[in-house]
């Protein structure tokens, strides 16, 4: 949409740079940075310009340094960072009004800016959460349920469990080793681990996500040896 600018104000006189109002015949005022307003040559009044070029290319530049220092340093999913940006560039925050219509686009524009440059990937996500998740004697089902909570789609959770090829057995072991440690577990008379006990050791690892079977045979034979 073409829009004329009227006039282009400093709207901030106590600092060097500031913001400036500019007005559009059509927008109304909109502020912009001094960077900005020099950038795109909003003091040049009088002449018209192209308010979704403008508006699409601000919102996007103003949200790459927002989103940068978030996602740097430590991985986030692409869903983590898109929400992140919506909460950021709110109505509530000014991106109201003109603004609006350009925050959705310009979020997931900006994801896959970070994608390409490897800022930001569900792939590289997954597998990274799944390595600092492998030893906490959680199962793989628990560990895509959490990647799904993250924002990960749920088949891509799910494959990257796969394709990580994580020992349930071995997890579902450790993690009842660890439980039952922490239990007093007293016998019957018979010299046999009590059946609600049995069950408790049971429903923990089923909370963890291992399957029934494991679940059950792992607790079998713990208790099997502990009889012994």
């Known amino acids: 949409m073409d829009d004329r600018l009227l006039s282009c104000e400093k709207a901030d006189t106590s600092a060097e740079g500031g913001e400036y ?15 900005e307003t020099a950038e795109y040559c909003l003091y040049d009044t009088g002449r018209t310009l192209e308010l979704d070029a403008l508006l699409t290319a601000v919102t996007e530049a103003r949200m ?3 989103i940068i220092p978030y996602c740097a340093f430590t991985r986030r999913t692409e869903r983590q ?35 390409e440059r490897g800022y930001a990937g569900d792939n590289a996500y997954c597998a990274a959460y799944i390595k600092s998740r492998a030893d906490k004697n959680v199962s793989g089902n628990f560990i895509a349920a959490e990647l799904i909570k993250r924002g ?6 799910f494959r990257a469990v796969a394709e990580a090829g994580l020992d349930e057995s071995d997890a579902c072991r450790r993690a ?35 399957d029934t079977g494991l679940a059950v045979d792992a607790v079998d034979e713990y208790i099997d040896g502990i009889r012994d």
């Not at 898109?82 to 994801?111: I, Q, T």
Request: charged share 30%; net charge positive; hydrophobic share 40%.
């Open 81 to 115: 960072i898109y929400d992140r940006l919506l909460e950021k560039f709110s109505g509530v925050n000014g991106y109201s009004g003109v603004w609006a219509p350009y925050v959705e686009p310009s979020a997931a524009g900006v994801v896959d800016f970070l994608k």
């Open 176 to 210: 009842l080793e660890k439980k039952a440690n922490g239990m007093r577990m007293e016998k019957d008379e018979n010299g046999c681990v009590p059946q609600k006990t049995r069950a408790a050791l049971v429903r923990f690892l089923l909370s963890r996500g291992f």
């Open 64 to 66: 790459k340094r927002f």
């Open 152 to 157: 990960v789609e749920r088949q891509a959770a």
């Open 21 to 35: 109002a500019v007005t559009f015949e059509t927008a109304g005022v909109l502020r912009f940075s001094y960077e």
